[in-house]
């Protein structure tokens, strides 16, 4: 069985940071993705960065560029994402998933609150 399990979450003012980690366990290596979305209070769920877990290719959406840095552990099973100059649109529940060709297994989520 595939376990994702998301940590890291909390309450930080605009322009703090936070870093939520992703640990994977079930399955090792491969050329599967490992990505963190996010889902806002009464929106969808909303992509926010990917990385290839061997590869090591990066991907971002747009709102969170240059701001998010999404790595690799050197535990190899852990995916971070590193969260700086937070803003209370970034206040949501962030979720850890696997791809495999679709995106088929997720963590429960941790919650990230941004005040102004």
């Known amino acids: 069985q595939v376990q994702l399990v998301e940590s890291g979450g909390g309450l930080v003012q605009a322009g703090g940071s936070l870093r939520l980690s992703c640990v994977v366990s079930?399955?090792?290596?491969?050329?599967?993705?490992v990505g963190w979305f996010r889902q806002a209070p009464g929106k969808e769920r909303v992509f926010v960065a990917d990385?290839?877990?061997?590869?090591?290719?990066?991907s971002y959406a747009d709102s969170v560029k240059g701001r998010f840095t999404i790595s690799r552990g050197n535990a190899k099973n852990t995916v971070y994402l590193q969260m700086n100059n937070l803003k209370p649109e970034d206040t949501g529940v962030y979720y850890c998933?696997?791809?495999?060709?679709?995106?088929?297994?997720w963590g429960q989520g941790t919650q990230v609150t941004v005040s102004s």
């Open positions: 079930g399955r090792a290596g491969g050329t599967y993705t």
């Open positions: 998933g696997l791809a495999d060709g679709a995106y088929d297994s």
């Open positions: 990385i290839s877990w061997s590869g090591g290719r990066t």
